[in-house]
T-cell receptor
């Protein structure tokens, strides 16, 4: 079945460091891919998405490219800030033509950025 | 624009007591609605989803139930809470059109069963 595997955390970085959080997926069709961010005590926020191979999603300095050949959707940011400290979730949706798109989430990666 | 509300924000309930958590969505019609639970450790577990009024699908058989009495209202209930029901409960919605699968989450309810 469809699933997402993301790197285990926690990830600890100094401010302005480069960030990569790895995400790989298993899917039978052509899923859409997402990154969500969760700040302490809050719900999940959609950070970026990509709906087909080679698409690049980007938002707030974060980027991720949909790589079908490696079934990956790694999250990157060139220079992290203390305010980026949060839990990051990779997710995929099964696009099977129905109106319901179930999301499959990774287990989340805790990022802590120190000043 | 669309907004999603959940209440209460926090709840402390004794074991064996009933539960009712409410979620409402504004600014859209006929959304798909979802209940998730996030236990300590961050992982998300899908509990229920609904594609329309009165239509509920359960992902995990357990001590909880869900109802959708109105198009944009989704309720999570329990008759008798267990200690293991503690967690962070998240409601989410997605658009009804095929091909728009991203979900948008509410602020969550922190439930502590004592």
């Amino acid at each position: 079945g469809d699933s997402v595997t993301q790197m285990e955390g926690p990830v600890t970085l100094s401010e302005e460091a480069f960030l990569t959080i790895n995400c790989t997926y298993t899917a039978t069709g052509y899923p859409s891919l997402f990154w969500y961010v969760q700040y302490p005590g809050e719900g999940l926020q959609l950070l970026l998405k990509a709906t087909k191979a080679d698409d690049k999603g980007s938002n707030k300095g974060f980027e991720a490219t949909y790589r079908k050949e490696t079934t990956s959707f790694h999250l990157e940011k060139g220079s992290v800030q203390v305010s980026d400290s949060a839990v990051y979730f990779c997710a995929l949706s099964e696009n099977r033509g129905s109106t319901l798109g179930r999301l499959y989430f990774g287990r989340g990666t805790q990022l802590t950025v120190w000043p | 624009s669309q907004t999603i509300h959940q209440w209460p924000a926090t709840l402390v309930q004794p074991v064996g007591s009933p539960l009712s958590l409410e979620c409402t969505v504004e600014g859209t019609s006929n959304p798909n609605l979802y209940w998730y639970r996030q236990a300590a450790g961050r992982g998300l577990q899908l509990l229920f989803y609904s594609v329309g009024i009165g239509q509920i699908s359960s992902e995990v058989p357990q001590n909880l139930s869900a109802s959708r009495p109105q198009d944009r209202q989704f309720i999570l209930s329990s008759k008798k809470l267990l200690l293991s029901d503690s967690g962070f409960y998240l409601c989410a919605w997605s658009g009804p059109r095929a091909g728009t699968y991203e979900q948008y989450f509410g602020p969550g309810t922190r439930l502590t069963v004592t």
